[in-house]
């Protein structure tokens, strides 16, 4: 396969390996009873490398971490999750995990190239000369694809509660991970979310501090209150306050509240403010 | 082929009650002497004694077609069982079919419990026995061993052995939902009696951190937390100290309930992020029926258990077809592979002359660990 293919192209076919992995593992559920296991693992990590390629070419063409507008920010959040389920995942690969990864990954990045005008601007040096502004921006949104994996988690951990609660275990139920390994991972990616987002505003609060006048306060209201709303969210579980269910709800609604704000965030960009166009690869 | 030269003949929970079941056993002492009766039998070139709770059978091999029936009476003395009574209720195939039954117990296809795993020990146990015995050769060998790679090929290509069937092994399944390992939990049994017992002692079988029993007669407690290698525990104490606990069997006799709603939530907020699992196995239940709503609390009674129990049952049955279509096609392959062994020997040719063309046809080497070729059961 040649460099010369665009990144879109690359990432259509990472988006194909994607689906491929949800199709496969739903032909697997639904003729098996149990989910495709390595299978979806590999054809996962092989959309996960070429997506990386079509990321890598953007990435050059606009100098820096392509995160100029909604579609990359999809592309990179899907990105994310996936390079933490790559990581925890081996240990989940025979549970459902992969199957609702992938399920994950698909929609945001089958969504996102369906939709023209959310990549119809490719802004290029969007950051400037700054790389702390860059480090910001590629933390924030890799903190989203953590959050993305605990609200993929969080579903799983609801589908276990109600299977046993309700004394149905057979079929897919069986291959969930148990209730308290399922809260365990939960509570640990809420954290390296929080910390990770954590890390993204201080470093554009120090940047913000010489410069206030290039804030974008939309964007920063926005990114503040999903950092303080999962701030919460941590404080009252690691107090005992917000457990179970009601802690698996909230990381599922504020994970799509999260998402709701980038359409957003992108909308308050000034292009013109924030580089040069770049053509399209 | 002049005369049926494999066999097994024997006795299984089929056709045999319990109770004669249990006057067939062999003990360890008697099935020792057996053996050394069984290498002196005129006729018997090899031999196996597959010896559990359900079933005991002779597998063996023939250069003389009485040898099965002389296996039958030497066993019958040993166990001073009438050997017509005997005849009425024993097993007996011969050649293909008694590949195809070796191959159905190895993968617990003819278990009382169908689908369980523990009887694919007990055939290799018994196997390991008659070699080390140097009373199998080239047949029994290669019967037993691709016995043994057609039940791991039934296991990993079926759902035969998927979930568990017995209460108590359903009980620690849950719990495996729950916690994801056992052997960071606490358990508390409640009730001292024999269906709590087999539950606790499933959970320990499978690593459970602690024990702790506690019975309404505090000797009797002390008692079964003794047998068990537990700590006892005044059964008054069992709601003030239920935090401390992450599984609780109930199992009491007790004529109201003994684990408040209440104290569960007192319980839950003193370990509010960690599981709690009820297995009320008590008639009239032990658990109030409302802890259930509370999160993180599991409650499951004794109906729950056996329909989950009688479900992987009909799971496994619907196995069966596809499990027996296996064996089938693996026992008809195997025993096209030794059938001129078979001929061979039962036609009386030389034990070692039979293993030569044994190794001909076979890639892998069949002779006994003291390098005789054919042992004799009576010993080299």
């Not at chain 2, 039998?41 to 018997?44: A, P, R």
């Not at chain 2, 007790?254 to 408040?260: Q, R, S, Y």
């Given at each position: 396969m040649s460099l010369a293919l665009t990144d879109r192209t690359w990432l259509l076919a990472a988006a194909g390996f994607y689906f491929a992995g949800f199709a496969w593992g739903t032909v697997a559920l639904l003729r098996q009873g149990r989910p495709s296991g390595p299978g979806t693992y590999f054809t996962i990590a092989i959309g996960y490398v070429v997506q990386l390629v079509g990321l890598g070419i953007r990435g050059r063409a606009v100098g820096g971490c392509p995160l100029g507008n909604q579609f990359e920010v999809f592309q990179f959040t899907a990105w994310s999750a996936i390079t933490l389920y790559l990581l925890v995942g081996v240990r989940f690969r025979n549970s459902l995990l992969g199957y609702f990864t992938s399920s994950l990954a698909a929609a945001l990045t089958l969504v996102s190239l369906a939709v023209p005008a959310w990549d119809a601007t490719q802004r290029a040096h969007i950051f400037g000369s700054n790389p702390w502004i860059e480090l910001h921006a590629a933390l924030a949104v890799f903190s989203y694809g953590v959050f993305g994996l605990l609200a993929l988690t969080s579903i799983m951990y609801l589908l276990r509660n109600h299977s046993l609660k309700s004394k149905h275990l057979g079929g897919v139920f069986s291959f969930l991970p148990s209730i308290l390994d399922l809260d365990h991972i939960g509570v640990r990616l809420l954290g390296a979310g929080v910390t990770i987002l954590t890390t993204a505003l201080a470093v554009i609060a120090l940047y913000y501090l010489r410069d206030i006048s290039s804030a974008n306060v939309l964007k920063i209201l926005a990114t503040t209150l999903v950092w303080v709303a999962y701030g919460v969210v941590f404080t009252l579980r690691m107090r005992g306050r917000l457990l179970a269910k009601r802690f698996a709800w909230s990381c599922v609604i504020l994970f799509a509240a999260a998402l709701l704000s980038i359409p957003l965030v992108d909308r308050s960009r000034h292009p013109a403010s924030q580089g040069t166009e770049a053509r399209s690869q | 082929m002049s005369s049926p030269a494999l066999f097994v003949i024997g006795a299984t929970h089929h056709r045999v009650p319990l109770a004669v079941r249990e006057k067939l056993s062999l003990s360890a002492e008697n099935a020792l002497v057996l053996q050394r009766e069984l290498r002196d039998?005129?006729?018997?070139r090899e031999f196996a004694v597959l010896n559990t709770c359900n079933r005991v059978e002779f597998y063996g091999v023939a250069s003389d077609a009485a040898a099965a029936a002389r296996v039958t009476a030497a066993f019958c003395a040993r166990q001073r069982f009438d050997a017509a009574e005997f005849e009425k209720i024993r097993l007996d195939l011969r050649d293909r079919e008694a590949v195809q039954h070796l191959l159905e117990v190895s993968a617990g296809l003819d278990s009382q419990m169908l689908g369980e795993t523990e009887i694919f020990g007990q055939v290799k146990d018994a196997y390991a026995a008659a070699q080390a015995g140097g009373c199998t050769g080239p047949v029994l060998n290669r019967v037993f061993q691709k016995g043994f790679q057609a039940a791991k090929h039934v296991r990993t290509n079926t759902g035969i052995t998927e979930g568990q069937v017995s209460v108590a092994n359903v009980a620690v399944d849950l719990a495996l939902n729950i916690?994801?390992?056992?052997?960071g939990t606490r358990i508390l049994l409640l009730g001292a009696g024999e269906i709590g017992e087999k539950t606790a002692k499933a959970f320990q079988s499978r690593g459970a951190a602690a024990l702790t029993v506690a019975s309404r007669r505090f000797e009797r407690a002390m008692e079964l937390a003794t047998a068990l290698n537990a700590s006892a525990m005044p059964f008054e104490q069992r709601e003030a100290r239920l935090a401390e606990f992450d599984v609780v069997v109930c199992a009491t006799s007790?004529?109201?309930?003994?684990?408040?709603l209440a104290a569960t939530k007192a319980a839950m907020q003193k370990r509010p992020a960690r599981p709690l699992f009820f297995i009320d196995q008590a008639l009239p239940r032990d658990v109030d029926a409302g802890v259930a709503e509370i999160d993180n609390v599991f409650l499951y009674n004794l109906d729950d258990l056996a329909k989950i129990a009688e479900e992987n049952r009909a799971a496994r049955e619907a196995e069966i077809a596809k499990c027996r279509a296996i064996v089938s096609e693996k026992a008809e392959a195997l025993w096209r592979q030794i059938a001129g062994q078979v001929e061979a020997l039962a036609g009386g040719a030389s034990p070692r002359s039979t293993a030569a063309s044994a190794e001909v046809t076979s890639p892998v080497s069949d002779r006994a660990p003291n390098g005789s070729a054919v042992p004799s059961p009576r010993g080299n």
């Open positions: - | 039998i005129d006729g018997l916690f994801g390992n056992i052997k007790a004529p109201n309930v003994v684990v408040t």
